[in-house]
T-cell receptor, first 109, second 117 residues
């Protein structure tokens, strides 16, 4: 069964600290993996997409890595800010997009 | 560029009543998706359209849920009769044809929040 797991479910860090968010998936035969951000009462915003042939993607303070053999992806957010507070979801495309439950992040000033 | 539009944003209904949600995707996007997101969970795909044809509806509870995409543009998702466990956010998303196949750049609307009491 193809499943996506995100641990921890919630995370609180002080402003300025680096954030590390984990995602694991059960089937390595993926097309790609995406990280999304969801603010309360809002839809999802795509942050980064990593194709199956890639090892990482970067955008500003965000960096996502992909290790298909171990079924893991990590999203790094450098120098966190209160505006980074949101729920971050990992999704894997196996012919359709399968989401994890997300990690709720709070960055305290 | 206008985003994915959804309405209504919020709806409260009693169990056994019916409800309909509307979605207007980004102009030119051939692929349209309806997801259900229950509080504390990730979104779950209910149905995927390619133009006006259904690609995947394997997780759509067809005894009570129905969806259509007339003329390959707007889409409507209907629930009849609603159950308490249908309380969730219903997210509509769209992507262009080839991006949809590779999973690239999928755009979400802000969702329609349903509470069944």
């Amino acid at each position: 069964k193809q499943e996506v797991t995100q641990i921890p479910a919630a995370l609180s860090v002080p402003e300025g600290e680096n954030l590390v968010l984990n995602c694991s998936f059960t089937d390595s035969a993926i097309y790609n993996l995406q990280w999304f951000r969801q603010d309360p009462g809002k839809g999802l915003t795509s942050l980064l997409l990593i194709q199956s042939s890639q090892r990482e993607q970067t955008s500003g303070r965000l960096n996502a890595s992909l290790d298909k053999s171990s079924g893991r992806s990590t999203l790094y957010i450098a120098a966190s800010q209160p505006g980074d507070s949101a729920t971050y979801l990992c999704a894997v495309w196996w012919g359709k997009l399968q989401f994890g439950a997300g990690t709720q992040v709070v960055v305290t000033p | 560029e206008a985003g994915v539009a959804q309405s209504p944003r919020y709806k409260i209904i009693e169990k056994r009543q019916s409800v309909a949600f509307w979605c207007n995707p980004i102009s030119g996007h051939a692929t349209l998706y309806w997801y259900q997101q229950i509080l504390g969970q990730g979104p779950k795909l209910l149905i995927q359209f390619q133009n006006n044809g259904v690609v995947d509806d394997s997780q759509l509870p067809k005894d009570r849920f129905s969806a259509e995409r007339l003329k390959g543009v707007d889409s409507t998702l209907k629930i009849q009769p609603a159950k308490l466990e249908d309380s969730a956010v219903y997210l509509c998303a769209s992507s262009s044809l080839w991006q949809g196949r590779s999973g690239n750049t999928i755009y979400f609307g802000e969702g329609s929040w349903l509470t069944v009491v």
